[in-house]
């Protein structure tokens, strides 16, 4: 491996940590959640972090994993120079979350699988082979279907049953028993941690231009990459109280952009094209609505400790079946429902659908998307792209448009309220 290859796949984090870094200096509590963004693109932490489970993906309810596993090591994809490495093991026509998360299991700089379990769920045709490549090439992984169906009480009980035999593999390889305990308590730390993340957003969504829209974004997702997941939900809220201080203390001028919801493929760090695009074109993000956000969204309610750990468990089966997003299935119903919830709450002026090349199953969902938006008269952008940057000119004359057009709408309805 050439020298110049490691230091152009940490570059390539450390352009997005200094963008936000500069952005948002009056944050200083902010710093620790960029160090631990950079930690995961650092050959020396990564060489030592040894993982003992692999998670591929977000579609495996995290209660099981941290009911067995005290630090799962996501992979989510979003690194341009992961995907390069992944070109000799894939079809070109594979899709960039399927190659970069390949490049991160399967690369001449650091090996997070010499220990590691993999396990994912097996939601599209990209991830079947995915799964097959790393097989083949003599990893362990262990892999569940979804159902296609999320509301039939069979899928409930087949889901349940995976489910299971997932958490109990997994409590093999690290030694932690899978019991109702340990289930109970993983319920009560990945519900603290989803209401934290909320509270984060929701104090974000006040502060308006004090916090930028890349900042939020990642500190969002630093969910999925930080080591202590305690640790994680402590500096929240000192960044929490942060934010609230400024906003006691000082006055900044509302922002009046067009504000825009974010929906299709997951936007992952350090890819941040579509946020810079916003941006550039003079619009906010008034939220992101992709399966990422849908699952820290999911809370199971409280548990008792007479709860066996079969009944617990296909309660937490029922709540993810229905609401997850799923390439196997026809439609997502739950993601349909939580983009409706969203738009009512936040009645954004605009919808940019993100699609990244290959991952066909967020087309499917679109015309039902496109409908519902029209009827509350609100207009969709449908932005088709890849971990690539040269096509950030040609995209930015296209969201400047959108912008330009959600702008004019917004002025032409002040008018009328004036006149009204």
Not at 13 to 40: G, H, K, V, Y
Not at 371 to 382: D, G, S, T
Request: charged share 25%; with cysteine.
């Amino acid at each position: 491996m050439k020298p110049m290859e490691h230091n152009a796949f940490f570059n390539e984090a450390l352009e997005t940590i200094n963008r936000i870094q500069n952005e948002n200096r009056m944050l200083p509590e902010l710093n620790w959640f960029l160090a631990a963004a950079a930690a995961r693109f650092d050959q020396h932490y990564l060489q030592s972090r040894n993982p003992q489970v692999i998670v591929l993906g977000d579609d495996i309810p995290a209660e099981v994993l941290y009911a067995v596993c005290e630090r799962p090591f996501y992979v989510l994809g979003g690194s341009l120079e992961t995907a390069h490495w992944a070109d000799d093991l894939t079809p070109r026509d594979t899709d960039p979350f399927s190659r970069s998360s390949l490049g991160w299991l399967l690369n001449p700089a650091f090996d997070l699988t010499e220990n590691a379990l993999i396990v994912t769920a097996v939601s599209s045709d990209s991830r079947r082979k995915l799964v097959s490549i790393l097989q083949s090439s003599g990893r362990k992984v262990a892999a569940i279907d979804v159902p296609p169906s999320d509301q039939s009480e069979n899928a409930v009980r087949y889901f349940t049953e995976q489910l299971v035999t997932l958490a109990e593999t997994i409590g093999k390889h690290t030694g932690k028993r899978f019991n109702s305990r340990h289930l109970r308590e993983a319920v009560k730390k990945v519900a603290a941690a989803h209401g934290k993340r909320q509270q984060f957003l929701d104090i974000a969504q006040a502060a308006g231009n004090i916090i930028s829209d890349e900042a939020v974004l990642l500190v969002a997702q630093s969910m999925y990459f930080a080591d202590s997941l305690d640790e994680w939900q402590s500096r929240l809220s000192l960044l929490c109280g942060e934010l609230e201080n400024l906003l006691k203390h000082y006055a900044f001028r509302l922002q009046d952009k067009p504000r825009v919801l974010i929906l299709g493929s997951p936007v992952v760090f350090p890819n941040y094209k579509v946020p810079q695009l916003i941006a550039s074109a003079g619009m906010t993000i008034a939220a992101v609505a992709d399966s990422l956000s849908l699952e820290a969204a999911l809370t199971v309610t409280r548990t008792n400790r007479f709860h066996s750990a079969d009944s617990l468990l296909r309660r937490i089966a029922q709540i993810h079946l229905n609401m997850i997003a799923s390439g196997a299935r026809i439609y997502n119903t739950g993601l349909y429902s939580y983009v409706m919830k969203m738009i009512e709450q936040l009645k954004p002026d605009g919808i940019v659908c993100h699609i990244l090349k290959g991952q066909i199953e967020y087309d499917f969902e679109l015309p039902q998307l496109e409908k519902a938006a029209e009827k509350k008269n609100i207009p969709v952008f449908r932005l088709e792209t890849d971990y690539q940057y040269q096509d950030m000119e040609q995209l930015r004359i296209r969201m400047e448009a959108f912008g330009e057009m959600l702008t004019q709408r917004k002025l032409v309805a002040q008018r009328y309220r004036h006149t009204a």
